[in-house]
T-cell receptor
Framework: EAGVAQSPRYKIIEKRQSVAFWCNPI?????LYWYQQILGQGPKLLIQ????????DSQLPKDRFSAERLKGVDSTLKIQPAKLEDSAVYLC?????????FGPGTRLTVL | AQTVTQSQPEMSVQEAETVTLSCTYD???????LFWYKQPPSRQMILVIR??????QNATENRFSVNFQKAAKSFSLKISDSQLGDAAMYFC??????????FGTGTSLTVIP
């Protein structure tokens, strides 16, 4: 079974630039999550989708972060403009019947 | 509010020995799930084991087992016969209805040859 796909795996940008990450969940998984994991910390939920609807975006910094899942399948997470403190690994995950599966993550470095 | 606490930032174990990682959580729910995830240096989160709160029997997956104490809100992970490949960050996670997950801060496990 194919896992959760994410791209790119690594991204380096300068502050104030924009960046977008892509996630393709496991086929058939209705729930999709974006997490931010800063080095040395546990993942922090940014946004949770159920199909193409947002279930929880309470911790998403909406002034600069946005996410969409228009067709209820793949999703993009955008940061515009990026700040130094956005440097982290961005993990995408999907779940089905209680089990959550993570993608490899995108490591973002903001200079 | 739901919180997950892992009080051991770092643990080490000799190869082939047993180690227990601690996790406590706070919830007012009666129906929920608990998970342990492993995150090796590659950063990919891997599900190790999960426990449904309504089940009294502790979950077991090969060398991994849990000690689930619902009244105490404790969910520890025991790794038996530790192997070098077990070295990783281990995250305890709580899920309530609606698929909302809450993670602990993680425990870094070192396996000493």
């Amino acid at each position: 079974e194919a896992g959760v796909a994410q791209s790119p795996r690594y991204k380096i940008i300068e502050k104030r630039q924009s960046v977008a990450f892509w996630c393709n969940p496991i086929s058939g998984h209705a729930t999709l999550y974006w997490y931010q994991q800063i080095l040395g910390q546990g993942p922090k939920l940014l946004i949770q989708f159920q199909n193409n609807g947002v279930v929880d975006d309470s911790q998403l910094p909406k002034d600069r972060f946005s996410a969409e899942r228009l067709k209820g399948v793949d999703s993009t997470l955008k940061i515009q403009p990026a700040k130094l403190e956005d440097s982290a690994v961005y993990l995408c995950a999907s779940s089905f019947q209680g089990a959550k599966f993570f993608g490899p993550g995108t490591r973002l470095t903001v200079l | 509010a739901q919180t997950v606490t892992q009080s051991q930032p770092e643990m080490s174990v000799q190869e082939a020995e047993t180690v227990t990682l601690s996790c406590t959580y706070d919830t007012s729910e009666s129906d929920y799930y608990l998970f342990w995830y492993k995150q090796p240096p590659s950063r990919q989160m891997i599900l190790v084991i999960r426990q449904e709160a309504y089940k009294q029997q502790n979950a077991t997956e090969n060398r991994f087992s849990v000690n689930f104490q619902k009244a105490a809100k404790s969910f520890s992970l025991k790794i038996s016969d530790s192997q070098l490949g077990d070295a990783a960050m281990y995250f305890c996670a709580y899920r309530r209805g609606g698929n909302q997950f809450y993670f602990g801060t993680g425990t870094s496990l070192t396996v000493i040859p």
